[in-house]
């Protein structure tokens, strides 16, 4: 496959754009993309320059665009339910609304979290302590749960008894932390 | 403390004080951004909200305090004077963005400017630790205290698989920046630095110039920072720039003792040519001020000029700029006219040094 921006080198980059809510395949060259987001590198503020980038990688190019829009158009692009920002909005942007959209646009922010992040696309550092104390919580819940059904399997009733006392207050505990912290 | 305090003690820790390897590093900074989970970001959010978020902030401070820290001042955009937003931003305690498009914008400040959070600019909260020197984990240590407070009272939108989440992708996960300034001027003179920044690109590191336009570094100060945020650890990402950092240091000092070797005599002229100008001008434009800065600058580290201090170059970068050089006149100046009070408030400051050093004597 050759690259579409100078269709002279084969393409080594690809992703999926959409416009006006339909997907398109873009394929790049490494030349290409790595022109489009020099920009992007020299820069300080990231906002403004990661529009270019986005811009330049998601350029919306006339031909892929319909002849005809139907009026039921709108409807189909993806918006989140939270702050209503739109795919095509995020990349005018180049930021998003409120912390649910990283939900709503999940599939199309991959291929842009891995240009961004050196092929990362999922987190590895600091964790909030509040949820981390949950997620300790909710393995102990799971682990006593399993054991629960041993017990009862081998009917040893009076052990089991004192686990679902112990899963209860567990529950109890994790709840209270929940509420605790809204 | 008042927000004169903060102005008129115009000279910051991070630009007097000395740290380690501060004949090459000037300074260090980590940046944390964090958004409260319930409210939408700065891109989108209410002016209801926003005012709630400073509600919250202000709440924070007057119930609880980080002792460690001293004291913090809160100073809101709306009720700050264009020239005081202006001094703080050349001081690199806000941004400008925080300056000039956040009108709901905020600041916390620490007395000895150490210290500075950053309310609704293109986050909720940015948390920014700028130390004096190359002290990148005594920087990420204060940034996480700042932050494990802050995360007590506050829920912070987290996302188990994508971390930290940010208004912009490119800080999503850690959301940390972790960033060295330096002065490079070894670097230059031996023509290194073109080949070295794709290098140093290629690692997923940005290398900037902080004063000036486009690629000009105006008295060759470069700043060093992580652009990856996602996928690594905070120490990782803050080990990789150290490992970086390290090597521009001896490469900057080996270009060093090159030029002591191969031109001496060149050198020294330099030095002492730009040490006669600052001293002696009458009108100065900022760029020759910077360039003349720098060599005085190298001059001391590399021994040329004795019995004066490091922290000028740091000092006077800053203190010249328009924001300052206004706040000193007192008013509103023309280009021209900042031009003679440039030259006045370095000639004036260079004499510091020589009474300081006839009253040693
Ligand atoms: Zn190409
Ligand atoms: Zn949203």
Known sequence: MICQECNQRPAALHFTKIVNGEKTEVNLCEVCAQEKSEMFMFSGQSGFNFNNLLAGLLKIDPSFQKPSQSPFQQEEVLHCGHCSMTFPQFLKLGKFGCAHCYETFKDQLQPVLRRLHGGNFSHNGKIPKRIGGDLHLRKQIDELKVSLQECIQHEEFEKAAKIRDEIRSMERKLAGNVEGGK | ?361
């Not at chain 2, 100046?333 to 004036?348: F, K, Q």
């Open chain 2, 1 to 361: 403390m008042s927000l004169e305090h903060f102005l008129h003690q115009a000279v910051s820790s991070w630009m007097s004080e000395e740290g380690p390897d501060s004949d090459i590093v000037l300074s260090t900074r980590i940046r944390l951004a964090r958004n409260f989970e319930q409210y939408k970001f700065p891109t989108l959010f209410s002016h209801e909200e926003a005012k709630k978020i400073i509600a919250e902030m202000e709440q924070l401070l007057k119930t609880t305090s980080l002792q460690k820290f001293g004291p913090m001042e809160l100073l809101k955009i709306d009720e700050m004077q264009p020239l005081q937003k202006r001094v703080l931003v050349e001081k690199h305690l806000i941004s400008p963005h925080l300056a000039e498009d956040s009108p709901d914008g905020a600041v916390l400040l620490t007395e000895n400017e150490e210290i500075s959070i950053m309310i609704n600019e293109e986050d909720h909260i940015r948390i920014q630790c700028l130390f004096p020197g190359l002290q990148l984990s005594n920087a990420l240590q204060a940034a996480n205290e700042i932050d494990d407070w802050l995360e007590s009272h506050i829920q912070f939108a987290f996302d188990e698989k994508y971390g930290y989440l940010t208004s912009c992708p490119t800080n999503v996960g850690t959301g940390i920046r972790a960033s060295v300034m330096m002065h490079l001027p070894g670097l230059i003179l031996t023509q290194q630095m073109n080949r070295i920044i794709p290098a140093i690109n290629q690692l997923g590191l940005v290398v900037r110039g902080i004063y000036g336009e486009g690629s000009e570094a105006l008295g060759n100060i470069f700043q060093i920072s992580n652009q990856i945020t996602l996928g690594k650890s905070e120490e990782d990402i803050c080990r990789d720039l150290m490992g970086v950092v390290s090597q521009l240091i001896s490469q900057e000092r080996s270009a060093r003792e090159a030029l002591r070797k191969t031109s001496n005599i060149q050198l020294e002229d330099r030095v002492f040519r730009s040490l006669g100008v600052l001293t002696n001008s009458r009108i100065i434009e900022s760029k020759e001020a910077a360039r003349c800065l720098s060599d005085v600058r190298l001059g001391i580290d590399m021994g040329y000029i004795v019995q004066m201090s490091k922290n000028i170059l740091n000092e006077l970068m800053i203190l010249t700029q328009p924001g300052f050089l206004q706040q000193y006149a007192g008013g509103q100046l023309r280009p021209h006219e900042r031009d003679i009070r440039r030259a006045a408030l370095i000639r004036e400051r260079l004499k510091m040094e020589s009474e300081k050093i006839k009253g040693e004597e």
